[in-house]
């Protein structure tokens, strides 16, 4: 039988994974978000993930079985499909505990089309036992079938890096699984054929669920490490990346650097995993102090400026402050989760007025999610202090004499600017 692919989700992962899917199938790409379809069908893609072009070459006006990628929102356009993947976020709320919603009406989703011999395969991040726990269930449900008798199920957790040109899906190996070892062994071969840089077949899906929130919680950890390394050597008036350099020279030694940790992978997963450590009865230690040293860091950042302008007998009550950066990271347009704001809230509390630049966030966005203005144009203005909180490219050539007051300070989150910064995380 010719497998007709739908992919569940049009975001960061699901695009680029429909997109790369569409080259040798006939791919569907279903989203609830009417904007971002009719978006999609004229060729754009606000997320930046896949070049405009590279879309328009595999989309199809009208549903056909021929191979690319029609994009839609009618459920009904998916209903003859028998390969469905779903790529839908995976969040946590206010107090860091995972939001599966998406997941369950994803699967409510699937579950009203799905037929004998259908297999579903997540990619979104979730704890060990969640798809067959969680999702499984209402995909029996909705559908009136039986798991593993009439439907299988597969897990490939995305590895998805926004903003990375280099390594784009298919150039990273994939991880698969199945519900049963002829369903795992499916699930690889369909990878393989887009996957070029191939793939490793996990014995089962909980294991391929906890491979994908340890990949995230270990950069979490070493991050952590790293923060924590920054506030010493702060105060013992060392520069933390000379010291890095340094010890970076020995061929063994991890090269991590400080910084605001957000977005919706690294920031995010290490709960996942935390919470299912604790229903079964396990207190994590090291993953949630290093969650706890890592999202302390928008204060500590803040803190900081504010003694740099002090230092230079700034008055802090009133001053203007330009924060240069929204995303989660450089050279993305992804807001979600983004640390900079705790940066931009402390701010704040210290009584200054804080401008918001970043050509690549979406001001409307930004403003629903976070209650605050992004500029996507520069004024003409100068400030009292300039905190380079992402690394865009854009931000690399800006003429800084010209937006600072004359004794205003640079403070470079990110360790970009060299001397151009009067003080570095």
């Known amino acids: 039988m010719r497998k007709k692919i739908t992919i569940i989700g049009l975001g960061y992962v699901g695009l680029p994974l429909a997109r790369l899917f ?23 893609d606000s997320t930046l993930e896949v070049e405009n072009e590279v879309l328009l070459k595999v989309l199809k006006k009208e549903k056909s079985d021929e191979n690319g990628l029609y994009c839609t929102t009618e459920s009904d ?12 976020p995976t969040p946590v709320d206010k107090n860091n505990r995972p939001i599966l919603t998406p997941l369950y009406k994803a699967s409510e989703t699937v579950g009203n089309v799905l037929k004998k011999g259908d297999i ?13 726990e969680e999702c499984v269930p209402v995909l029996e449900t909705i559908s009136g079938l039986q798991y593993n008798k009439d439907f299988f199920v597969g897990y490939s957790p995305e590895r998805i890096n926004p903003g990375d040109k280099e390594h784009t899906v298919d150039k ?11 369903i795992g062994a499916e699930v690889d071969a369909l990878y393989n054929q887009v996957i070029t840089a191939g793939t490793h ?14 990949e995230n919680s270990q950069r979490d950890i070493n991050i952590a490490f790293v923060n924590e390394l920054a506030k010493i050597f702060n105060k013992l008036d060392i520069n933390t990346h000379d010291v890095l350099e340094a010890a970076g020279t020995k061929w063994n030694f991890l090269p991590f650097s400080p910084g605001l940790v957000g977005g919706h992978c690294i920031g995010v997963d290490p709960y996942y995993l935390a919470q299912k450590a604790q229903e079964v009865g396990y207190h994590p230690e090291i993953i949630l102090a290093g969650r706890r040293m890592n999202d302390s860091m928008g204060s500590y950042v803040a803190g900081e400026v504010v003694k ?24 993305c347009p992804d807001v979600r989760n983004t640390k900079v704001i705790d940066v931009i809230s402390n ?3 210290y009584g200054v007025t804080v401008t918001i630049y970043d050509p690549l966030a979406h001001p409307d966005e930004v403003a629903q999610e ?9 004024k003409k203005e100068t400030y009292h202090a300039i905190v380079l909180a992402v690394a865009h490219n854009e931000f690399l050539s800006l003429n800084f004499e010209k937006l600072l007051e004359p004794q205003g300070v640079i403070y470079d989150v990110k360790g970009v600017l060299g001397s151009r910064a009067d003080k570095r995380l």
Request: no cysteine; hydrophobic share 45%; charged share 20%.
């Open 77 to 88: 356009d998916i209903a003859d499909s028998n390969i469905y993947i779903v790529t839908v």
């Open 201 to 214: 077949l996990a014995p089962t899906i909980r294991v391929a669920e906890a491979a994908k929130v340890i």
């Open 308 to 331: 740099l302008m002090l230092s230079k007998d700034i008055s802090v009550k009133n001053a203007k402050v330009l924060v240069l950066g929204m995303t989660f990271k450089e050279n």
């Open 370 to 378: 976070y209650g605050v203005r992004n500029l996507k144009v520069l």
């Open 22 to 44: 569409a080259t040798k199938y006939s791919v569907i790409g279903f989203d609830i978000n009417k904007s971002r379809v009719a978006e999609l069908n004229t060729g754009v």
């Open 172 to 182: 990273i190996l994939k991880v698969t699984s199945g519900s049963t070892p002829e």
């Open 347 to 349: 701010l704040k509390e």
């Open 120 to 132: 579903v395969v997540y990619e979104s991040t979730v704890y060990p036992g969640a798809t067959e």
